[in-house]
């Protein structure tokens, strides 16, 4: 007989939490607490992250996501002006790497190029 029991991350958690904080006297509590502000100010020494502490990583995450959602609501709109602009610029700047006959031929030889890796099989 197998027993295959799932819990919920988050109810996990809350179980752990609610079992630490019962666990510790008034000043335990008090010290992980300062200790746990603490490391959300703290910025990070390295990685992807150094000089964010936490709670600024966790800002500015939420700032790039409600950005993200108001462009992509706003690009949605097909009148949209912002649409609009973006639109022109890209038809501007492809027509001048088009016209450009230095960027043109750029672009024909890594198509070119790509096409022949394609066919060939070669990757470098």
């Given amino acids: 007989m197998e027993l295959n029991v799932k819990l919920e991350d988050a ?19 008090r010290t992980l607490i300062e200790a746990a502000i603490a490391h959300l100010l703290t910025p990070a020494a390295d990685g992807y992250r150094k000089g964010t502490s936490p709670i600024q990583a966790l800002f500015n995450d939420s700032i790039e996501s409600v950005a993200k959602s108001e462009l992509e609501r706003i690009m949605a709109a097909e009148d949209s002006p912002l ?9 501007e700047a492809a027509k001048k790497v088009f016209e450009d006959a ?4 750029k672009i ?7 096409i ?4 060939t099989g070669e990757r470098y």
């Avoid at 649409?83 to 038809?91: D, F, P, T, V």
């Avoid at 024909?108 to 790509?114: F, I």
């Avoid at 022949?116 to 066919?119: H, M």
């Fill in 11 to 29: 109810k996990i958690r809350e179980a752990v939490s609610e079992a630490v904080m019962r666990s510790l006297d008034d000043s335990s509590r």
């Fill in 108 to 114: 024909v030889e890594t198509v070119a190029n790509g």
């Fill in 83 to 91: 649409r609009l602009r973006l639109r022109a610029l890209h038809e």
């Fill in 102 to 105: 230095a960027s043109r031929d």
């Fill in 116 to 119: 022949r890796r394609a066919i």
